[in-house]
């Protein structure tokens, strides 16, 4: 063992220890490949092409890390990566698995899915859910049907109807309806304060959050450069990039690909 920490002196074959310029007995001096010679961290990430999960903590502090080396990786309350104190999580929620050199999520049949933070603007189809803030929302059709009198003839007094192309509906724990936004016109934002909808107690929702809008009869969603994004809940699965946040029940995790 002494002789592998050290270099063997070529002239008189006594050991000099690593850093040393010259040999003690004889003076040699040692070569400079061997003194330049460095020794490379043995990592537990053999595998530049692989991937790995971060998990985030409060304030974007980092918590373990979930190297991707198998070629499926069963993330739940069971499974490779396990979160069983999320309530929110299946027991099997989401598989990563790799296609050729690309990482994709599979939503392996979750009751809460799995929500990818959005890059700049994407589709939307009616039903889609997106979460901003701590608030999930469901897009829905803006379906108004014209009032007819009661038999008295009299008309029942409501809120006044926009005639806007589509409604945000604020689901609660449990599935349960909360507020329900219609578009007044082609756009509807939210935000912590001054949209359509807004939550002033939520410390995770930006003061402009993010802009729903009909766009040529396709619903969009852009995020406004929030501090801490949207999120919309993939269909089946995706191909994840370096850099990509996604929630799996109320953990938070970030993508890391080799780029080199």
Do not use: W
């Amino acid at each position: 063992m002494e002789q592998a920490r050290n270099y063997i002196c070529r002239s008189c074959s006594a050991s000099v220890p690593v850093a040393h310029k010259f040999c003690g007995r004889c003076g040699a001096a040692v070569p400079p490949e061997i003194l330049n010679a460095r020794t490379l961290f043995f990592s537990d990430m053999q595998n530049p092409s692989k991937a790995k999960l971060v998990l985030i903590r409060g304030e974007g502090m980092e918590g373990l890390s979930y190297h991707l080396r198998a070629d499926q990786h069963i993330a739940g309350r069971n499974g490779n990566l396990q979160f069983p104190d999320d309530p929110f999580v299946s027991p099997r929620h989401a598989n990563f698995y790799y296609r050729g050199e690309k990482l994709v999520v599979r939503d392996e049949g979750s009751l809460n899915g799995v929500y990818v933070r959005v890059r700049g603007t994407v589709e939307l189809a009616i039903g889609d859910t997106f979460l901003a803030g701590e608030q999930l929302f469901r897009v829905e059709h803006n379906t108004i049907s014209p009032d007819t009198p009661e038999r008295d003839g009299t008309y029942f007094y409501s809120s006044p109807k926009h005639p806007g192309p589509f409604r945000i509906v604020q689901i609660f724990e449990g599935g349960a309806a909360g507020m329900t936004v219609c578009a007044r016109s082609a756009s509807l934002q939210i935000g912590r304060e001054g949209g359509d909808l807004n939550f002033p107690g939520d410390p995770f929702m930006s003061g402009t959050h993010c802009r729903i809008e009909d766009s040529g009869g396709k619903i969009l969603l852009t995020d406004l450069n929030s501090r801490n994004g949207s999120y919309i809940r993939i269909k089946d699965e995706r191909e994840l990039a370096h850099g990509d946040y996604l929630f799996i029940g109320r953990k938070l995790l970030r993508v890391e690909l080799n780029t080199n």
